[in-house]
């Protein structure tokens, strides 16, 4: 028996919590699609994984509806359900937002480069460029650029910084790669128009933003593997060159995994290199062990993560950590807001701000961040990554 009540409750949903502010067209289409039940029909015979309102509604102006009003887009979908269907089907959402790079650019400022960047669910790839991007914050102590080395960039990422103005630098990128269960080329057409398609109608900035990183991309394109990253993570990590430090990124991932596969990529992450995460505050406390809870408390000199010090000892050469890629500093965490010798919290669950995600760096929270990265909001007010001025100008 089909669900259609489930698709009314969720097209409901999304028409009055999660499109009005981001669509008008969309909204309008969710809303028509929850009180029309010969559309809910249509929609219940796709699975439930695949029948999500931003991925149908793709997959419509994929296959040609044009941007109508709802009665004319209702009828195009009676003429072209078993189409709708199977295209639906096949496909997954594949939100690949360069903006991530703003919320992501904290916790790479951490890492002393050459870097090898793996990204989890990498879709075509947008989010493996951070060195290539041009970010602008408007920080509480005014505007914050960061540049790459030769010039502002055609992708300029502008997102908002909850406190003072932080010391940022662009990592040292030298190798990047990404798998997904069905990665896109930036060089080709068909993949390029599905990306661009996924941009809800009305996001004309986030459609100009993607489209020139997908031409970033095409220039230069990364290793992109198709398969199941609990399968393949091992494999790929071992392929990155042994002298740069290899950084597993996780942006937006791991609730589309089962909470199995979700232990297995943070325990192959965590073993490979260092894991950068950006999820739901709730996924923080579904990887046992992996996670720091929103909440425990780290003792002085110690991690909240099992077996990980913030206090890393100190190699032969000065200031720099025993751990590849880690830069310490007296008196200072490897991971941000984590000053040795005093005791530091990690978000609360009660007051954690709506909507957003939860950065962690190696398990450790250390900020918080807009699902798509317009807005970070730090743990704690005086954060410095790196406290040599010179850092923060590379």
Do not use: K
Not at 146 to 163: K, Q
């Amino acid at each position: 028996m089909l669900d259609t009540d489930a698709v009314r409750d969720r097209y409901d949903r999304f028409a009055r919590i999660e499109a009005p502010h981001r669509s008008a067209l969309y909204a309008q289409w969710a809303a028509g699609v929850a009180g029309d039940a010969e559309a809910r029909a249509i929609l219940a015979g796709i699975p439930a994984t695949h029948r999500q309102p931003p991925l149908v509604f793709a997959v419509t102006r994929m296959l040609g509806c044009g941007l109508v009003a709802y009665p004319r887009w209702a009828a195009w979908l009676r003429m072209h359900a078993d189409a709708v269907a199977a295209e639906c089907a096949a496909r997954t959402l594949q939100t690949n937002e360069p903006l991530r790079c703003a919320a992501l650019l904290p916790a790479l400022s951490m890492i002393d480069g050459p870097v090898a960047l793996l990204e989890v669910g990498a879709s075509a790839g947008l989010c493996l460029y951070p060195d290539r991007y041009s970010y602008r914050y408007a920080t509480d102590d005014g505007p914050l650029a960061v540049d790459p080395a030769d010039g502002v960039s055609p992708v300029v990422l502008s997102a908002r910084w909850r406190g003072a103005a932080p010391r940022l630098r662009l990592p040292e990128v030298v190798w990047r790669a990404g798998i997904d269960l069905q990665p896109r080329r930036a060089t080709d057409a068909a993949d390029r128009a599905w990306i661009e398609g996924l941009v809800w109608p009305g996001e004309h900035e986030r459609a100009a933003r993607i489209g020139a990183a997908l031409d970033v991309v095409a220039a230069d394109g990364p290793l992109l593997v198709c398969g199941d990253a609990v399968e393949l993570l091992g494999e790929v990590a071992a392929s990155a060159p042994r002298d740069a430090t290899l950084v597993i990124t996780t942006p937006g991932v791991l609730a589309h995994v089962p909470r199995a596969g979700r232990e297995r990529i943070a325990a192959a992450a965590r073993a490979a290199g260092c894991w950068i995460t950006l999820d739901a505050p709730g996924l923080h406390r579904a990887v046992q062990g992996e996670w720091v809870v929103p909440g425990e408390w780290a003792e002085p000199g110690h991690s909240a993560v099992p077996g990980r010090s913030t206090v890393p000892e100190q190699s032969a050469v000065s200031g720099r950590s025993a751990v590849p890629g880690r830069s310490t500093v007296p008196g200072h965490s490897a991971v941000p807001g984590r000053s040795a010798g005093r005791r530091a919290a990690v978000p609360d669950p009660d007051p954690w701000p709506n909507g957003m995600f939860a950065l962690a760096v190696d398990g450790q929270v250390i900020a918080a961040a807009d699902p798509l990265g317009g807005i970070v909001r730090p743990n704690g007010a005086a954060w410095e990554w790196h406290p040599d001025p010179e850092a923060a100008t590379q």
